[in-house]
């Protein structure tokens, strides 16, 4: 992968991190799947290859399809207010990317730049999870991981790209997906889609 995509890979991912609207931080995290989808049809060379392609085309596709569509039918009456202000999240955020990036060995792939992308995709999702109380922005924390390691997986040379990202799509989607379905149902109950609302909850 070449230097300029895997810096594109990283905005988008700080990008995530920083913005406060629900529905352009799915434009983000959706463009950022498609990057990796093209990154994933330029590398491909067989049959396998191009199927496990157009799976991660489809994968950005319908995610960024039932986001919308979650945007769209859980509004809040107010913007859900994260723990952390934006510009501490983003230094949150880098902090752990240099930490990740001078602690973790090589990890195998193509190049050093490739796994340091991996890393940053990686620290922002834990990021974009731990510092937000907007369930969406959860959700699309956990997607960050995924894209991450799908990354790890175009990038790893020695090891079938078919078998390893269908796989990783497939479990990481139907996480996301569940945690979708749990977003809404807590948006019915309680009118709004802050995780914050759980603490209320007891035992009877």
């Known amino acids: 992968m070449t230097g300029p995509l895997a810096w594109l890979l990283v905005f988008l991912a700080l990008a995530i991190v920083f913005v406060r609207r629900r529905s352009i931080a799915v434009g983000l995290v959706t463009a950022q799947a498609l990057v990796l989808a093209g990154i994933a049809f330029n590398q491909a060379g067989t049959g396998s290859e191009v199927i496990a392609s157009v799976a991660l085309v489809t ?13 769209a039918r859980s509004r ?45 995709l990686l620290a922002a999702g834990l990021i974009c999870t731990a510092t937000r109380r907007a369930t969406l922005f959860q959700v699309l924390g956990i997607v960050l991981v995924e894209n ?44 709004a889609g802050d995780s914050g609302v759980l603490r209320s909850l007891r035992d009877t």
Not at 60 to 69: D, E, I, S, T, Y
Not at 77 to 100: D, E, F, H, K, S
């Open 148 to 191: 991450g390691l799908a990354l790890a997986a175009l990038e790893f040379p020695r090891t079938s790209p078919l078998v390893i990202e269908l796989g990783v799509t497939l479990d990481l989607t139907l996480i996301a997906f569940v945690a979708t379905l749990f977003h809404l149902r807590i948006y019915a109950e309680f009118g």
């Open 59 to 71: 994968r950005a596709v319908a995610l960024g399809a039932l986001f919308l569509l979650v945007v």
């Open 76 to 120: 809040e009456a107010q913007p859900v207010r994260a723990r952390v202000g934006p510009a501490v999240r983003a230094g949150m955020a880098v902090a752990l990317i240099l930490a990740l990036t001078g602690l973790v060995p090589h990890l195998g792939l193509t190049s050093r730049a490739d796994e340091r992308a991996v890393l940053a």
